[in-house]
């Protein structure tokens, strides 16, 4: 195995295991093996003694070559950062120079004259992530957000923010997402669940241990450049998780659940002053969750009881001395959980969980005015029916968010405001779909929620959405697909369709099937409705027509049973003459001799009585199995001219079979001994039959999770580190003679691999992407289509890029071609982007050299004209942008100098 990096500053002649140790257990990291051309960088952690990030590089190709740093500009051209290094066998460390943005960074292998051999952002076969789905909003939950240095900036759960990568923490400035990235990293390394502004600086707490690639300890500082921790007198940051954020006489507070803050005993809440940490007041003895100054004290709530052996009831007052109750006139504090603060007309308003608040009635929300609680009671009611998650002012009222339907007795979904007298809704809230708001804030005059809200009135939003006082808005475009997963993908009509638990896609509701024209997500729509009523399992073509099965009940409105047709623009069922569809899920669907063969855990289909699969002849059903399938069908294909299905069964058709049979046109029949678990997936790759699943063994062979059937027996996919996969091989797919895997695994072979892989044919290799290889999350689909392989699941990124549920990983270069018409002199010569010069000298097709990548602008035009004869050549459809396709409509025509002239007068006359 041959690593290498480089140095700018400092080389390093040996590296310790902690080190090996990280580049293990970090996701970017591919694990090369002898015998493929595969370059793999990941970005390391800056050091405590420098700025800069570090690189670490695994290249598994022929020696001598260098590696090249570069910048790659929207535009396509790349420029060099940094002086190429030659890669050694030697493990060292580089640290590269900052560009503008991560995501320009570009790392080459290139050889002694120059020649690029491979890429970041690719493979040896010259495939790539594309990033085409994402947005609006965030791909997960909102905890909290701020505003600063005139930018809106939320933190959560989430790892994307439209097309970007930002980890947890994203900075929106009215008009896009960005990531708060130093030059040691990119965001946090998990949730975020507080924001403030201290000393000119910005705040995050939450459950993070580094930020920007430096340790930090769950709270952070970043001053607009660089993340730094908040240090001292013994260690950085708190041991435990921060909830809530505040400035204080001058200082910064932190609340949460942590016991020490920088190194020190201080339970739960302490404070900051831009140098080190103390406690306060000997802490609360439960989690801190909103503070808030009030009156000239610091107020705290939470889940806490007691300040020492003082009774707070999970809220209390700091003045500078001493930890005092908000007694009411019956007792002190609430009886369960406060999540929010706020003040309002010179009262201390608190909302959570709770009932009862100074010992009176108090529904989720009160109010303190000093020296007592008391409601916030509407029309027809008192306070909220369900958890005040988030408190604000706004243009003189306050505004109450969480997961509440009524405020004041009347419908206020998720989100009301109090005038003081009164409560009222605002408007489109009636239409949310299911979630709550966690916080709120309001950013360029205009109120922005955040939380897990996905929808409202039908507009995706994705966990963040602004209201102008009108209605309500998203934040970015909108092409990805919203969660919750994807379970299958087919092409269909040049179209990607998509089918799972979803209800939205890009800002359609589509209802759990849509496709992908290319640009936008829409719906299926029949005449009678639209989409699914719950996920598709799996899909084909039959008859030029979209197959869909599942367990739903319904498709485009109409009663459908589990199975349906799509013709394009219409919606219709498979009825049998005694029944519509089967009784039951459909896993598997496949084309077999004219036939359609669905398969799962039915017993009638059409209302014939059958064994878990059934063949449609076009008209009516038909069962192919009499005898007993002792469990559900879950994959089929078609092998050396039988029909192949594998499951969960342990006896097909009567006679045993461990979870994967063969239909020869008479009988049921096993292969071989069959596998140790469940099989999910099936497909053919040079003549051999791939079975993935949740197994470890094939005829009593260790395989995991993955076999081969050569027509006689069953063999692991032998890598020369181990065979198989760490965990569920849920899809497979062939494109380009190899074989491609999804599902939960992380290893497979020797390399790591995040949940996807293609095998070479000797190995098992990740695939690559700008800053990590493979998806977050599970891949649960694959579908190929030309050069271009289709991925669906739970992931949010996919090879370092921004993919809410479904990825393209395909050419990431094209050419540029044409046609050449009326050419009947020499030397026309013709460019592309004002360089690449093509000499053609005669009619027909032309292909400039070299390529472009996806996203780049091209412009093609005629440098020089034809002479003998003089000709002038003109160029149409000759600009454009790249668009994950070769251009190949570029057309030239010539003519000559008279033929020309006298066209151009007759125009003028």
Known sequence: MKYASLVNSGCYSAISFGLLALLVMLPAVSIAKPGTDHLSVIELPADRNHDQAQIA??????????LQVGMTSADGSYSTLAAPVELTESMTLMRHPAPASKESLTWRVIDSQSRVLAESGRDATGLGWQSRFHGPGLDERVYAATVFQGDLIVGGRFLTAGAQEVGHIARWDGKQWSALAGPAGVGLDDRVEALAVFEGTLIAGGTFSIAGGIE???????????????????TPGVNNIVHALEVFDGELVAGGNFSMAGGLAADRIARWNGHGWTEIGGGLNGAVRALVPFA????????FTHAGTTELNRIGRWDGNEWMALAGSAEPGMNQLVHALAVFEGELIAGGDFSVAGGIDASHIARWDGSDWFT??????????????????????????????QAGGIDAKRMASWDGTAWSALAGTADIDSGSWETLVVYDGQLHAGGTIRSIAGLAVNHIARWDGTEWNNLGNATGISRIAVDSLTWHDGELIASGNFALAGSSEVNAIARWDGTHWVPLTGSAGTGLSSPGAAMTLFDGDLIVVGNFQEAGGLEANRVARWDGNDWSVLAGPSGIGVNNAINAVIVFEGDLIVAGGFFEAGGIATQRIARWDGSEWHPMATGIVNSDIDALAVFDGDLIAAGRFTTFDGQPANRVARWDG????????GVSGAAQSLAVL??????????????????????????????????????????????????????FAGGTFTIAGGALVNRVARWSGSEWLPLG???????????????????????????????GVSNWRVALYGPVSFTVSGTVHGLAGSGLVLQVNGSNDLEIGENGDFTFAGKLEDGAAYEV??????????????????????????????????LTDEIFRDRYEGQQD
């Open 57 to 66: 590089v695994s290249w598994s190709g022929t020696l001598p070559v260098s």
């Open 216 to 234: 930090v300890n769950h709270v952070a500082r970043w001053d607009g450049n660089h993340w730094s921790a908040l240090s001292g007198p013994v």
């Open 296 to 303: 000239g004290e610091l107020i705290a709530a939470g889940g």
């Open 376 to 405: 916030l009671s509407g029309a027809s009611g008192e306070g909220v029916d369900g958890p005040v998650r988030a408190l604000a002012k706004a243009e003189g009222v306050l505004l109450a968010a969480g997961f509440f339907g």
């Open 666 to 673: 008479e009988t049921w029949g096993p292969l071989g001994e």
């Open 686 to 739: 040079d003549n051999t039959l791939i079975m993935g699943g949740n197994f470890t063994h094939a005829d009593g062979i260790e395989v995991n999770n993955v076999a081969r059937w050569d027509g006689e027996s069953w063999s692991a996919l032998e890598d020369p580190w181990a065979p198989g996969m760490n965990g569920q091989v849920r899809a497979l797919a062939v494109l380009n003679d190899e074989l």
């Open 769 to 799: 992407g700008s800053s990590q290889v493979g998806a977050n999350d599970s891949v649960n689909a694959l579908a190929t289509n030309g050069d271009s392989l289709a991925l669906g699941g739970r992931f949010a990124v996919a090879g």
């Open 861 to 894: 035009n005629v440098a020089v004209q034809p002479a003998d004869p003089e000709q002038v050549c003109t160029v149409a459809n000759g600009m454009g942008t790249i668009n994950s396709a070769n251009i190949v409509d570029v057309e030239v025509s010539c």
